[in-house]
């Protein structure tokens, strides 16, 4: 059974323009009643030598407690007896920046209860050592992620006999959860969360009553990471995908080299030139020529092993084929539902 609820984790920060974003969006289609937006907590960041530290007078620097708060800020709001009443059995929980996210993909959520799985994650072949993503291996036999501000640097160059990375299994913070598991980790486990360390630069007001922005980190955020509850699973399985079709993330603004607001959009445009020409299409540009094949594929990337059947699979999970098989469509082209009526009809 599958129920097109979603529930949005904001902090105080974000609640109010994620709910004006959606109501201005429509509800991207959906009932706004099966769309339920909560709050983390917030919590004091502190000085290198654990002072309070204040960011206005009279007020003290707050930041959110982490992704790993999702589990206080489950039962603050009630919020698992709220996916019991809807009869939500099954979670797939993911982190807002990765464009290529699929919500709720059936292979992964069908993988993982097949497995009989109580948590899952999937994973990308880590890019290079220094690649700023978790890792997920197996501690003294306990599955877990290891984070990538956490692990020794030596570590992440080890190879095996291949030559391949000895923890390759990079974390794109795509997760599966029973909702059982979530329930015992909210009655048994939370008092076990590790709080984690985050240096920043945290604005505040010195001694005269001035507002400092500080240019080198002066602070420490706590966090708690959204993965640490792997280590109480009884079943843990980890689902390797191929990057270029699951993994874009969006971590800097416009001007960087990688992870920018271009690099993800451009992931989504080549992801759908790839599934328009697996539906059987032909894409021009313009100027009506084809399409280059760079234009298909994100840059500098060789196809993966199983990246083709992938696309296949998508393609006809998302019906493109009954709509673009054999058609030349001139880009750029944007389906949507008015779109696809009147190819129906042709
Ligand atoms: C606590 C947490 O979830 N960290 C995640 C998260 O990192 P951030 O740099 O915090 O966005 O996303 C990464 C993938 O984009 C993943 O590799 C990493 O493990």
């Known amino acids: 059974l599958v129920s097109d609820c979603l529930y949005i984790m904001t902090s105080e920060f974000t609640l109010a323009p994620t709910e004006k974003f959606f109501e201005e969006n429509n509800y991207f289609g959906l009932q706004p009643s099966n769309i339920v937006m909560f709050e983390q907590r917030m919590i004091p960041a502190v000085t290198f030598d654990g002072k309070v530290i204040l960011q206005g007078k009279g007020k003290i620097a707050m930041a959110p407690d982490g992704n790993g708060g999702l589990y206080q800020a489950l039962l603050d709001n009630k919020v698992l007896q709220d996916m019991k009443k809807r009869g939500v059995e099954y979670l797939h929980v993911y982190c807002v920046d990765n464009i290529l996210v699929k919500m709720a993909d059936p292979m992964f959520i069908g993988f993982c209860v097949s497995k009989g799985a109580d948590c899952g994650a999937k994973v990308v072949e880590k890019a290079y050592p220094a690649e700023p993503v978790g890792v997920v291996c197996r501690v003294r036999g306990v599955s877990q992620v290891v984070e ?4 020794k640097p030596e570590m992440t160059e080890l190879r095996g006999p291949g030559e391949e990375f000895v923890y390759s299994a990079g974390n794109i913070c795509n997760h599966f959860f029973t909702r059982t598991f979530l329930q015992d ?24 009553g001035n507002q400092v922005k500080p240019t080198k980190p002066n602070g420490i955020k706590m966090e708690k990471f959204v993965f640490d ?5 009884r079943n843990f399985v980890a689902f390797e995908v191929v990057r270029e079709d699951e993994f874009s993330p969006l971590k800097n603004a416009d001007g960087a080299t ?6 993800a959009r451009n992931s989504l445009l080549a992801q759908h030139c790839r599934w328009a020409t697996s539906a059987g299409a032909t894409l021009l540009d313009e100027h009506d020529n084809p399409l280059p094949p760079s234009a298909r594929s994100d840059e500098n990337t060789v196809q993966p092993a199983g990246s083709e059947a992938h696309v296949h699979t998508w393609t006809k999970l998302l019906g493109l084929e009954q709509l673009l098989k054999g058609r030349t469509l001139t880009t750029p082209f944007i389906l949507d539902k008015k779109r696809a009526k009147e190819l129906h009809a042709q």
Do not use: C, N
């Open 229 to 233: 509850v792997f280590r109480f699973s």
């Open 258 to 263: 990688k992870d920018s607001p271009i690099t």
């Open 148 to 151: 990538y501000s956490e692990i």
């Open 185 to 208: 980790v909210t009655e048994k486990f939370m008092g076990q969360l590790k709080q984690h360390v985050a240096i920043k630069k945290v604005p505040f007001v010195d001694t005269w």
